[in-house]
Each structure stands twice: as structure tokens, then as C-alpha cells.
């Protein structure tokens, strides 16, 4: 089977660049070369004026300031920075910090890693759609907490959080939010003053930009976030991420949310639309079909499916004809159940039979029911082997 034949179906896992923003940065290759940290020539300025205008294209999205933007080269960094920068840079503060069991390793490890360094973390549990609850949060504060970090929806499950609640909760206590939003763009409406975040995480390949770039925003007032950064250098944007600026990547960035912004209410309503088709006709076929995560209403275009009685590694080995993810794709060369569906309360085995599938802007609804007939046959096949 060539690959064009395979339909794809793990947009959650990666996007293609949409023609707009490989058109978008195409010139900042090889004609607008230029260094924008050296704006002394028209090469630099040019670039600097790219980069600024990506900047106020990111701003724009989430409701920010384009001073409150910095570029890095993915949600891993931005990730990074955010809860290693805001925990180290309140060190006088106090010394907790407040996330959950099922956020991103590039979230999770971030907190490993301070608990080496001495703080405190607490990880809250989710219940079985994988809502973290407000009440948990605002009980496990204490006198030292000084960051608290929750994904606004969950890459494997969808299950989206309650943002608005978590940020009302952080603002009184005047402690840092920081959400991942790397899977919310593009898909549900957010905006960083009616949610209260202080900290939110971008990622490129998420939203039909490339790989390799994102952005991190730093509030810059109520509160002035003070972050200690990671990588040392030059001092490029403002001192916290050291690095020429990725032109072409940043420029591409600032393209794909000028379309998802553009796209929001058509886009999420279709993705809604195909996850929802997709789902009917598996169901019909195969009603012992378990969704993990939120029945409806969760982040659009996602659907994960546990298929009970099936072995898990005969069921990827079957369904060759569609890209999907089995558990989360950066976990998946370990052969260990996803985290996530373990925390959900989804036993081994049935996580192990569990399939991740994401829609996405170029998928078409006759992909869909072809992916359908594929699953079926598929599940069908093993269940009667
Ligand atoms: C993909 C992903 C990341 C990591 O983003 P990169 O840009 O690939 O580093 C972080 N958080 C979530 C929720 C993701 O889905």
C-alpha cells in the first residue's frame, strides 16, 4: 500500500502545512534571508518586520499583546520554559506547584525535574472522562504554591479543561497559571484575559504550521510574569530565549494562526461533524466500541476508541489502510498503556486495544467513511479470529 493510499487520520499527533503558510514563508528562505536581530540593514529589517508581524498574527489569536510573544522552537520549549521559568523565577515565593497526571511529558518531565531541583508537586487526578476537578485544585493550594499548569484539552482523550474556573481560581490566590494549548487552537475559542492565563503554550505542526517552531505567551502586567530562562545567549526575544529567530518558521507560525482564527467556528464545527460520523458508523458496526474521554463536547475532530477483547498490537498490524495513533504518539515505540487512558481508570488491556483518531482540516467526509469500513473490517476480523 503507497502511503497516498493510506488515509490520514492522526492530526493529533501532526498536521501538514497547509499551501497558505508554506506560501507564507517560502521568501524567508533564500530572498528575505536577513538576521532580524540585526535590523541595521534592510536585509535585518525586513526580517524583523516579518517576525513582528507573526508576532501580532499569534497575539491576535489568543487575545494577547504582541510584547507578550515569544518565539521557540516548539510546545516542548514552550512548555519548558513556562514551568521551569516561572517556578525558578519565584524561588522567594514559595515552593509548589500544582499540575495534573495527564498533561504532556513535556509538562510532566519539566515538574520531575524541579522536584530534583527540591520544590513540591502536586499531580491531580482526573476522573474517568479525564476532567481534572476545580474543588482538587483549590484544596491542594498552600502557602507555597506559586504555579499551577493544566493543558486546555488533552491530546489523547480530548477532554477539555475548565480553564476559565482554574484561571478565576489562580488570579485570587495570585498564583501563576500556565496552560498547554498546543491541541485547543484553532479548535475551541480561547483568549488569554477571559480565561485569566498568565503563561500559554503554542506549538506549530499542531495547527498547520511546521515542525520546529512555537511560541510561548508571557503576561506582561496583572501580573508581570517573571520567567528565568532557559537557554543563554544573545538575548533575543527580550532576554528568554537566546537564538536568532527561526524567520521562515515564525513567519509560517504567524500565517497558521491568522487561519485558524479566521477558521475557528466553520473549522470546529466541522471537525465536530466528521468525528461524529465517524463514530456512528463504527458504533453501528461494532457496538461494544468504548469511547475514552468525553462522549461529546470535547475537543473537535478527536476520537478515541477501545475495542474490548482485541489485542491491542494485532489491531495496529490490521489496520494498515489507516494513520491513527495507538495511546499517545510520543510514548508509542514503548509498548506500556498510555498513561492517560491509566489514569482515566481504562485497564491495560483495553487501553492496549485503544486507538487515537484525529480528523483534521483536510480530511474529506468520504476519507471518513472509507476509514470506517477499514476500522470494521479491521475489528471485525480480529474479533472473530
Ligand atoms: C505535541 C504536543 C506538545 C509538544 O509540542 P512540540 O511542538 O512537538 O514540541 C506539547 N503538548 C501537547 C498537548 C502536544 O499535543
Do not use: W
Not at 536581530?37 to 499569534?58: C, I, K, M, T
Not at 510584547?67 to 515565593?93: C, P, Q, Y
Not at 474556573?165 to 495570585?174: A, D, L, M, P
Request: aromatic share 4%.
Amino acid at each position: 500500500m503507497t502511503q497516498s493510499e493510506v488515509i490520514y487520520l492522526d492530526n493529533n499527533s501532526t498536521t501538514p502545512v497547509d499551501p497558505a503558510v508554506v506560501e507564507a514563508m517560502l521568501p524567508y528562505f533564500a530572498s528575505k534571508f536577513g538576521n532580524p536581530s540585526n535590523p541595521a540593514h534592510d536585509y535585518g529589517l525586513e526580517a524583523l518586520r516579518a517576525v513582528e508581524h507573526a508576532r501580532f498574527q499569534v497575539a491576535s489569536l489568543i487575545g494577547g499583546e504582541s510584547k507578550e510573544i515569544v518565539f521557540t522552537s516548539g510546545a516542548t520549549e514552550s512548555n519548558n520554559l513556562a514551568v521551569l521559568g516561572a517556578a525558578r523565577g519565584s524561588r522567594g515565593r514559595g515552593n509548589h506547584v500544582i499540575t495534573t497526571v495527564i498533561e504532556h511529558r513535556a509538562v510532566l518531565n519539566p515538574c520531575r525535574q524541579l522536584e530534583r531541583e527540591g520544590m513540591a508537586v502536586t499531580y491531580l487526578p482526573v476522573d474517568t472522562r479525564g476532567r481534572v476537578s476545580v474543588d482538587d485544585l483549590a484544596n491542594a493550594v498552600t502557602q507555597g504554591t506559586v504555579l499551577v499548569s493544566v493543558m486546555a484539552a488533552n491530546n489523547e482523550v480530548g477532554t477539555i479543561q475548565p480553564i476559565r474556573e482554574i484561571g478565576r481560581v489562580c488570579k485570587e490566590r495570585g498564583i501563576l497559571f500556565h496552560s498547554d494549548a498546543v491541541q485547543a487552537l484553532g479548535k475551541v475559542p480561547l483568549n488569554v484575559e477571559d480565561f485569566g492565563v498568565d503563561l500559554l503554550s503554542i506549538s506549530g505542526h499542531k495547527m498547520y504550521g511546521p515542525k520546529g517552531v512555537g511560541a510561548l505567551f508571557v503576561r506582561s502586567r496583572d501580573p508581570t510574569v517573571e520567567l528565568e530562562p532557559i537557554v543563554h545567549g544573545g538575548g533575543q526575544e527580550l532576554g528568554l530565549r537566546s537564538g536568532t529567530v527561526a524567520v521562515p518558521g515564525v513567519v509560517a507560525l504567524g500565517a497558521a494562526c491568522e487561519l485558524a482564527e479566521g477558521h475557528l467556528a466553520t473549522e470546529s464545527s466541522r471537525l465536530r461533524t466528521l468525528r461524529n460520523r465517524l463514530f456512528e458508523l463504527i458504533s453501528i458496526a461494532i457496538p461494544a466500541a468504548i469511547v475514552h474521554g468525553p462522549e461529546a463536547n470535547g475537543l473537535p475532530g478527536l476520537l478515541n476508541l477501545g475495542f474490548p477483547g482485541i489485542d491491542g498490537d494485532d489491531l495496529i498490524n490490521c489496520l494498515k489502510g489507516v494513520a491513527v495513533s495507538q495511546g499517545s504518539s510520543c510514548s508509542a515505540r514503548s509498548f506500556e498503556p498510555s498513561y492517560v487512558l491509566r489514569a482515566l481508570g481504562i485497564g491495560d488491556e483495553l487501553a492496549r486495544a485503544s486507538i487515537r483518531i484525529g480528523v483534521g482540516r483536510f480530511t474529506t467526509a468520504s476519507e471518513v467513511d472509507e476509514a470506517a469500513k477499514r476500522i470494521i473490517a479491521a475489528v471485525q476480523m480480529l474479533q472473530h479470529a
